[in-house]
């Protein structure tokens, strides 16, 4: 795997973990932390719980597949992702836009207010 695409899978896998922590097993929760958050080795992570390398592995893979299942199911990030996009554009056309003054403010408080949920 590219160094590219191994950062854009950590990326993923700490937006959705930011999203649905809360859903994993305590364990899973704290090997994803170590793993992906802490940026911890596999041999690091065994070594610290007294289990073999494979068996992290394992337990990271199968809470990267909760996680995945847990967005297919629910859709947060995706929607998450879709919201950010829109108030960008809201922002940009709020900016480009020949609103008055007035209006030009009261949108941008209610962009600024959208942004902040």
């Known amino acids: 795997m590219s160094q590219e695409n191994r950062l854009e899978k950590t990326n993923r896998i700490n937006?959705?973990?930011?999203f649905y922590e809360t859903l994993l097993?305590?364990?899973q929760q704290t090997f994803l932390k170590y793993y992906f958050h802490d940026d911890f080795s596999l041999g690091e992570i065994a070594a610290e719980?007294?289990?073999s390398r494979q068996a992290v592995y394992e337990h990271i893979k199968r809470a990267e597949?909760?996680?995945e299942v847990y967005e297919e199911k629910?859709?947060?990030l995706h929607k998450h992702e879709e919201l950010s996009t829109v108030l960008v554009r809201l922002g940009?056309?709020?900016?480009d836009s020949e609103l008055s003054a007035v209006h030009k403010e009261r949108a941008r408080s209610l962009l600024d207010q959208a942004e902040q949920l």
Do not use: Y
Request: aromatic residues 10%; negative net charge.
């Open 65 to 67: 597949g909760m996680l």
């Open 49 to 51: 719980f007294g289990i």
């Open 25 to 27: 097993t305590e364990k």
């Open 15 to 18: 937006l959705l973990f930011d």
């Open 92 to 95: 940009e056309l709020i900016a």
């Open 74 to 76: 629910l859709g947060l």
